[in-house]
Every structure is written in structure tokens, then in C-alpha cells.
């Protein structure tokens, strides 16, 4: 039997996929519009919560395993005044890993930055005979540093970061209502008194912003140490709220310091120089640098060999009360003379004055394991 002729020729093409619905489509599209408009609707707090939700939810396994890089990320993400927490918390070893701790103290020197053509004309518009030059030197949560020129000199230039009232008020807007949640959940944690440590915090973040401040209390500083040729202030040239032109800080941020240079001589003269500054600060003056980390120190070795130490950064300074003055004289006492139980009564006794003890249990034990902690 004949088998049956085969036909050639190139094969049929395939059938073209079936196009899905337009209602289908349709409905996608409107779902993309309703969930644009709900966050348009939504008010700028819930906005940024919903921002900072999505900022660290890749952050939230390293937290897991322990991987600080992510959660460091995640700061950065968040903006100038978690910038600012984490720069604080890097300190608290008692509490935080050291590993993360290592990781947010990075935040104190390396803020991210980037260049603005705005700010530097702005600049130029707001201080009359300032020229500004394309060199960004760093930056903090609140302000970039630019070189410059002012009447034909070398100066710094610092200019408030655009928009950072605005993110700083809805910020601690948000830190508040978690604040008055976490109170209302946890009725225990009255003692802690969040809120009025939110209003503290954004008291001072405030001062930060507005670096006519930063100019005053400079200045301040300059006087109180203007007969000490080893503690240096920039002077101030110019300033508005938002612009602060000063003179330049040489030398090696004291971080820097630490790392590369290694002559132990040396190292117990700044030593012996930073201590005797804050004593001052604290014991005469009254008038304390409030964000004294390493990047805000500059050292400097003199030709005659001694060391000098220039402060930057003094937006947020502290003018003490005669109470609060009265705490630290009693507090740094017991801290030459490393007595633990000393400073922690010394602590305690500010708290009962000021009426934020009247909760205390057992506030003899408060004092010892305080004394220990710090």
C-alpha cells in the first residue's frame, strides 16, 4: 500500500499568544491609580512611615544575622535625624552589638553627600563678597561644607541641606506618635518619659538647622578659651540660618588621629589636653560642646611638638542650668577618682531634683549599677 505523498513546505506558524482582556488590563490600571492616589491622600507623617517601612525592610533580616551593612544602609536611607540617632547610639555598647556599633560610629565622618549647584548660589546670593568654588569637603545630617572665598580668603563654607526643616518636623512628628504609642501599649515604660525625650531631641536638632545658632555658640567657645593657645575655634566671617562662613579646621580628625599615628608621647599629650578642655567646659565654663564625637575634633601637632585641638560643629551646645552644672561638678569628681558609686549618685540626685525619680524602686541599686555602667 502507497504511503500517503507528504506535503513540504515550512511548517505553520505557531498560534500568536492570547492577548489578555482589556478589561483585565483595564482593572490593572485602575488599581495603579487608587494606590497612587491613597498615598497622595495619606498625610505627610503616614507617607514617611510608609517611606521608612519600605527603607528598611531589606534591613530587617540582617538584623537577624547580625550583618550591619544593610541596617547602615537603612539609616542613610532614613534621613538626617535617624543619621543623627544612629551617630548616638554608636556609643551604647552596653545595649548594641559591637559590631553595629563600629558600623553606625562610620556615620559620625561619612554622611552621604552630593553637590549642589543651588546651594552654592544661594550661598552667594544671601553673603556678599563670597565666591564659592566646585570643592565639597563633607557634610553632616544637617549642613554640606564647601571651600570658598571671602574677601579674597580661604574659608569653609557650610549650607543647610534644601527642605531639611521640613523632613526634620515630620520626623519628629512620627518619633513622638510612636513614642505616645509605645507608652500607651506599655504603661511600664512611663518612667521613661519618651515624649518629653523626643521634645528634648528635637530641641536640639532644631538648634542644629538654624547655623546662626552654630555661629553663637562658636564665638562663645572662642571666648571662653581665647586666652588657651591649644584649643582652637574657626572664627565666623558671615552667617545666616541657612549659611556659615568660618575659616578653615586643619589638621586630622581625632578618628584619623587615633588610627595613624602611633607616638605614644604625643597621644598622652591629647589625651591630657581633652580632658582638661571638657573639665572646663563642664567645671568653669558651663557651656558644653553636646555632640563632641571624634569626626568634630581636630588635631594638630604644633612646631614645637605640642598638640592643639580645634572644635567644630557646636550646633548643638549646651548652656547648663545651675542644677544640671551642679551634676556634672558632682558627676566628674568620682569619675577622676574612678569611684562608680560616686557618679551614680551623682546622676540620681539630679533625676530626684528634677522630679524624674519619683517612680524609683531602688534607687541605692540605680546608683551602683549606673556608677558601672558609665
Known sequence: MDAAPVQGGAPAPAPAPARPPRRRRRWWFLGL????????????????????????????????????GPVVGAFKRSGPVFIKLAQWASTRRDVIPGELCDAMGMLHENVPTSMSRRDLERAVQMIPNLEMQDHLMGGGCVAQVYKGRYNGSPVAVKIRRAGIEERLDVDLRLLKKVARTVTWWWPDLTWMALEEAVDNFGHYMTQQVNLSFEAQHMQRFARNFESDRHVLVPPVYASTESVLVMGLAEG??????????????????????????????????????????????????????????????????????????????????????KNAEGLGWAIVNYHKKEGFAEMGVDLPGLAVDMGNLL
Open 252 to 337: 586630622l580628625s581625632l578618628s584619623n588621629f587615633v588610627k595613624n599615628v602611633t607616638d605614644h608621647d604625643l597621644r598622652d599629650n591629647v589625651h591630657t589636653l581633652l580632658v582638661d578642655m571638657m573639665a572646663r567646659m563642664g567645671l568653669v565654663h558651663n557651656f558644653m560642646h553636646g555632640d563632641l564625637h571624634p569626626g568634630n575634633l581636630f588635631i594638630k601637632t604644633e612646631p614645637d611638638g605640642a598638640p592643639t585641638v580645634t572644635l567644630i560643629d557646636v550646633g548643638i551646645s549646651i548652656a547648663m542650668t545651675d542644677s544640671l552644672g551642679k551634676m556634672v561638678k558632682d558627676g566628674l569628681r568620682p569619675v577622676f577618682t
Open 33 to 68: 491609580v487608587f494606590v497612587v492616589f491613597f498615598i497622595t491622600l495619606l498625610s505627610p507623617v503616614n507617607r514617611r512611615c510608609l517611606y521608612l517601612f519600605v527603607a528598611w525592610l531589606p534591613a530587617l533580616p540582617a538584623l537577624a544575622f547580625r550583618s550591619p
